[in-house]
C-alpha cells in the first residue's frame, strides 16, 4: 500500500472559486478573462513582453518549432537527459536530434560541448534546466550568437528559478513551461509559451488559433478573422486558466512551501549521504533553484533499485528519472551508440527522486527521511 506519494497535487483553495466564476460568467472556452489574468500574472512577474498558455508544455514547444520554421534537414542540440518531448518538438517537422552529453554536478547539458557538434545544418539549441537549476547561460547565449542559432528552453522545471540574477525562461527567444499535475504550479495538464523576441508575437497567436488571425479580430484589429497560415488548437479553456491563476497568484506561498521541504531533506540526509557514498543535488552559486524536485545520486545501478524497493517496502514511493534519450528506441534511429553520452548514461541509471510534492507533511517528510536512513549502501 502507497502511505506516501510520489505527488500528490497541490490546491490553495482560491482555484474553486475561479472555476465557479468562469461558469457564471459564463465563458468556457479560451483566451477570456482567467486566461489573460494568467497572461499577465506571467509577463509581470518574470518581466517579460509576452505569455501564452498553451495546452502543454509539449504543444509550447511544439509551437516554437513552427515559429522557428523548422524543417526536414535541420539539426537541434539538445541533452541527452530530458523527456521525449524536447526532441518530439522538432522531430514532428522533420528535424534531427543531435544530442549532448550533461555536466556531471547539475544534470543539465554540458556547455563546453555543444560548438563541436554544430554544423551548417544546425538550426537550435534546446536546453532544458533540469530540477530547476539554470544552465550555464551566458556561455550558450554566447555560442549561440557566434553561430546566429535560436535558444529555445524547456523551462518545464524552473519557473521561478534564477540564473545570475535573471529567471529561467527569459534567456532564450523562446520558452516553454509545464503545468503538469507534477510540476510546481499546475491546472492538471497545462504549459506556456514565453515570448521573448517579439517578432514572434502576431505569429505565435496565429499558430496558437489554428493558423486564423481570430485573436486580433476578438481585439478589433481585423473585421473579420481568416485562415493565415498553418496551425493547431494549442489553447486551454478557460477552466484550466481558473484553476492555474490561483496557483501563479499564490506564488509565494508555494515556492515557500517548497523550499522549506527541499531544505529540510538536504539538511537532514546531508549525513547519511556522506556515510554511503550517495549525493545530495549541486546547486551552483550562480544559481538559484526553483525547487521543483529532491533527487539522490546513487554509488550504483544496484544501490539505486535498492533503496526503491527498500522505500517501498515502506509504502513510500520513489521513482527513477529520465532513460538517456540517444539510447531509446527512437534515439537509436537518429544514430544513438551506448557511449555517446556517458555522463547521461551512467546518471540516468544511479539517480532516484525522493517524493516531493507542494504541501507535503513534516510527518510525511520525517518517514521518507527515517525509511532512507535506515537504508545501508
Ligand atoms: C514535464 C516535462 C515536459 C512535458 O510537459 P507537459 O506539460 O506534460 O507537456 C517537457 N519537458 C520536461 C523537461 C518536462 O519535465
Known sequence: MIRIPFNRPFATGKEIDYIRDAIATPKLSGDGAHTTQCHT????????QKALLTTSCTHALEMAALLLNM?????????????PSTANAFVLRGARPIFVDVRADTLNIDESQIEQRITDRTKAIFVVHYAGVGCEMDTILAIARRHVLA????????????????????FGQLAALSFHETKNFSSGEGGALLINDAQFNQRAEVLREKGTDRSRFFRGEVDKYNWIDVGSSYLPSELLAAFLRAQLEHRGQIQSMRRE?????????????????ARLPIIPPECEQSY????????????????????AALGILAVFHYLPLHLSPMGLR???????????????????????FTGMSSSEQAQVIDAVRAFRC
Request: charged share 20%.
Open 41 to 48: 500574472l506571467l509577463e509581470q512577474s518574470l518581466g517579460i
Open 71 to 83: 524543417a526536414p534537414g535541420d539539426e537541434v542540440i539538445l541533452p541527452a537527459f530530458t523527456f
Open 151 to 170: 535558444v529555445v528552453e524547456d523551462n518545464a522545471h524552473g519557473l521561478y528559478g534564477r540564473y545570475r540574477g535573471r529567471y529561467l525562461g527569459t
Open 261 to 277: 521541504t527541499w531544505e529540510n531533506y538536504a539538511r537532514e540526509l546531508a549525513s547519511w549521504a556522506e556515510t554511503n557514498g
Open 292 to 311: 521543483h524536485m529532491f533527487y539522490l545520486i546513487m554509488p550504483s545501478f544496484e544501490s539505486r533499485q535498492a533503496l526503491i524497493s527498500h522505500l
Open 334 to 356: 537518429f544514430g544513438g551508440c551506448e557511449g555517446d553520452c556517458p555522463v547521461t548514461e551512467n546518471l540516468a541509471d544511479r539517480l532516484l527522486r525522493l517524493p516531493f
